[in-house]
């Protein structure tokens, strides 16, 4: 995806620059230069600029949110199998849908429709698990590159304690976790990077993980899994580890805790756990909604961050029954107040403090800060633009006269969704607009840049359904283990289509 040349945006601004703190640049000129924030400048300084985009009373911009853990193969049944513990759960549900992936038709169909709805709903970065198999997250690759999200991407991997016919080999794990990396970095694509996924310890060996560490220490990767999430998996490493004290001792002696490691949940991490991935420079996904659903415990956020930890927001799909970060954003507030019910903790966290998760928290998870986050000059311009106009039945909320900007913003944090989102840019370029996603050539885009367009959704081909039922253990022991979260704590036509207002000057 080619940056866009030299634009600018003339309106009010929100990020989180820190913890806590919301800040609003109001009327001011935001220069774009290939991909790049190249100046920001008070709106009576615009005759500096030769031409920009108004915002209409009632838009803002928001830094594009960052996912820090996703399922990609898990979206074909997110919102479903929410009546069995984990262990069933991996069981009955993930397993065959990941299997199902094979198809490569179907994966190429599914994988369009997920990056579109995570685009959909803001999400311009996302840190994606894939499947077991090579080809299927190939696809998964191809599909990111051409819809212009951004992404850090993993195959799975897992050598044990898997279904006969969703299992692979050690050798052949590590050959084929070697190659997804060369074909991801060889497109040099500078929005992907590659990520080595161990699945979580109960599936691998220890054989399996000191192999992918070396990968990932070779070519710099991310790495990715699950540690200390629930009651079940926590007692199945220590079954088959006696000798470690913790997850965070078995990652340790494998060498997957860097700088660049993103472990998910840690609802069960001891102080001394935590303290170790700082120091290792390891971050935490903390997934509040698919704790609710999977987990034995509450993730601490406030008490993490106190303790030096980095921390990223994740809708854990499918675990997490939504693909919006704005419904994370909202678990995540409600986590904290469970908490603090249950004394727990005495601090809560508010809409601001998760709106940080959600950006700065995930961009510092991914080693990212650098590049997104907020609006500051040299950083990458991933942006949403948000519309609060639409009231009645055609939005989400209702604005009242007499309500400010900021009021009109922590209505949409807390009541928005992706219908308030008309425009999302990654690089500098508009990846969205209205229903349409302009870099998908399957669509014809009108050259009308204010035209709201519906975009088709493809028709996805039959696959036949692997039913791995009959194998479920249903006992108590498969209540808690591998694909849920866990919470921290703390087409239209284009006449039904949003309208909003936009002009050049």
Not at 41 to 50: D, I, K, M, P, R
Not at 66 to 95: C, N, S
Not at 204 to 211: D, H, I, Q, S
Not at 285 to 304: E, Q, R, T
Request: glycine share 8%.
């Amino acid at each position: 995806m080619a940056a866009a040349g030299s634009h600018a945006f003339r309106g009010t601004f929100y990020h989180t620059p820190a913890y806590g703190q919301l800040e609003a640049l109001r009327d001011v000129v935001v220069v774009i230069q290939d991909g790049r924030i190249a100046r920001i400048a008070s709106g009576a300084e615009e005759e500096a600029v030769q031409s920009e985009f108004r915002l209409s009373e009632g838009q803002y911009f928001v830094p594009g949110f960052i996912d820090t853990h996703v399922h990609a193969p898990q979206y074909k049944f997110t919102g479903t199998g929410t009546d069995v513990p984990l262990m069933e759960w991996l069981r009955k549900y993930t397993f065959p849908a990941e299997t199902s992936f094979q198809d490569l038709d179907a994966a190429r169909q599914r994988y369009s429709l997920l990056v579109k709805r995570f685009l959909a709903n803001g999400t311009t970065t996302a840190m994606y698990y894939g499947s077991l198999h090579l080809q299927p997250n190939l696809v998964l690759v191809d599909s990111i590159e051409r819809l212009g999200q951004r992404a850090v991407v993993g195959k799975v991997n897992m050598d044990r304690h898997s279904p006969d016919d969703y299992i692979e080999n050690t050798s052949d794990g590590l050959r084929d976790a070697e190659a997804f990396v060369t074909y991801t970095l060889d497109k040099k694509c500078s929005r992907i990077q590659p990520c080595i996924t161990p699945r979580f310890i109960p599936t691998c060996t220890p054989e399996l993980m000191k192999g992918l560490a070396a990968i990932a220490s070779k070519y710099g990767c991310h790495i990715q899994s699950h540690i200390s999430e629930c009651c079940g998996e926590v007692n199945c490493v220590r079954e088959m580890h006696p000798d470690y004290a913790s997850d965070a001792a078995v990652f340790e002696e494998m060498g997957l805790l860097t700088s660049r490691t993103v472990m998910a949940h840690g609802t069960l991490l001891s102080d001394e756990d935590i303290r170790h991935l700082a120091r290792r420079g390891t971050a935490v996904s903390h997934c509040p909604l698919s704790n609710f659903f999977l987990g034995d415990a509450f993730f601490k956020v406030n008490h993490a961050l106190s303790l030096g930890l980095k921390v990223g927001l994740g809708t854990d799909v499918a675990g997490g029954i939504s693909p919006s970060m704005l419904s994370a954003q909202r678990m995540a507030v409600v986590n904290s107040r469970c908490l603090r019910a249950h004394k727990l903790a005495k601090d809560v966290i508010t809409f601001k403090e998760a709106l940080w998760l959600a950006t700065v928290g995930g961009a510092q998870a991914l080693d990212m800060s650098d590049r997104v986050g907020t609006f500051e000059v040299g950083k990458e311009f991933d942006a949403l633009l948000v519309d609060t106009n639409l009231g009645g039945t055609s939005g989400p909320f209702d604005v009242f006269p007499g309500e400010d900007d900021d009021q009109r913003f922590e209505k949409f944090i807390n009541l928005g969704d992706d219908r308030n989102l008309i425009e999302v840019y990654v690089q500098g370029v508009c990846v969205k607009r209205g229903d349409v996603f302009l870099l998908d050539s399957s669509v014809e885009v009108k050259e009308d840049a204010d035209l709201l367009m519906s975009a088709p959704t493809p028709v996805e081909p039959e696959a036949a359904y692997v039913d791995l039922a009959n194998r479920v253990d249903s006992s108590d022991e498969a209540a808690s283990m591998e694909g849920g979260d866990m919470a921290p704590d703390g087409a239209a036509a284009p006449e039904s289509a949003p309208v909003f207002k936009r002009f050049r000057h």
